[in-house]
T-cell receptor, first 114, second 113 residues
């Protein structure tokens, strides 16, 4: 397996624009996690899915953030409208069995909102 | 909810020295404690983990210890090498309902030749 695949690797957008980040988890994994990493706040869990169903979105900072998982092999994280404070590296991770098993991370999407 | 604190935030050692990173957690129900290594431009990668029924686990130059009474766990790297330079994250997870992994703030380890 190629591992968790995220796209794009880098995204630069203007404030107010819509941004969509994409993730393909490892085949067979039943959990998918979206994390945000910043210098100030470290690694924050935004939302996670189990069998394509959102379980806990309490980490989603605002209504501007939304995430979907239409099928077992694809998930999106959308920010609309984007703001400069959303600039961060966004990671997608997947695992088999939940938070107490190994999570495999993608290489991340570096988002810059200007 | 769970809160994980990690120290130090940065650690510089000479090649061949040992490095120790410490973490504390708040929720006594947590029972899974992984350590992740993040190299520049990459996502975190699991290097070792320990569960609450074990006090110590070793894998070559890396070891993790767990003290459930004190609610702290530590990563020990012996005979450090320049390729050990990276950011290391501890984490804790509860095994109740749908598990959620909470990360520490990270330790930047620099190993000088």
């Amino acid at each position: 397996d190629a591992g968790v695949i995220q796209s794009p690797r880098h995204e630069v957008t203007e404030m107010g624009q819509e941004v969509t980040l994409r993730c393909k988890p490892i085949s067979g994994h039943d959990y998918l996690f979206w994390y945000r990493q910043t210098m100030m706040r470290g690694l924050e869990l935004l939302i996670y899915f189990n069998n394509n169903v959102p379980i806990d979105d309490s980490g989603m900072p605002e209504d501007r953030f939304s995430a979907k998982m239409p099928n077992a092999s694809f998930s999106t994280l959308k920010i609309q409208p984007s703001e400069p404070r959303d600039s961060a590296v966004y990671f997608c991770a997947s695992s088999y069995g939940g938070g107490n098993t190994e999570a495999f991370f993608g290489q991340g999407t570096r988002l810059t909102v200007v | 909810g769970e809160n994980v604190e990690q120290h130090p935030s940065t650690l510089s050692v000479q090649e061949g020295d040992s490095a120790v990173i410490k973490c504390t957690y708040s929720d006594s129900a947590s029972n899974y404690f992984p350590w992740y290594k993040q190299e520049l431009g990459k996502g975190p990668q699991l290097i070792i983990d320990i569960r609450s029924n074990v006090g110590e686990k070793k894998d070559q130059r890396i070891a993790v210890t767990l003290n459930k009474t004190a609610k702290h766990f530590s990563l020990h790297i012996t005979e450090t090498q320049p390729e050990d330079s990276a950011v290391y994250f501890c984490a804790a997870s509860m095994n109740t309902g749908f598990q959620k992994l909470v990360f520490g703030t990270g330790t930047r380890l620099l190993v000088s030749p």
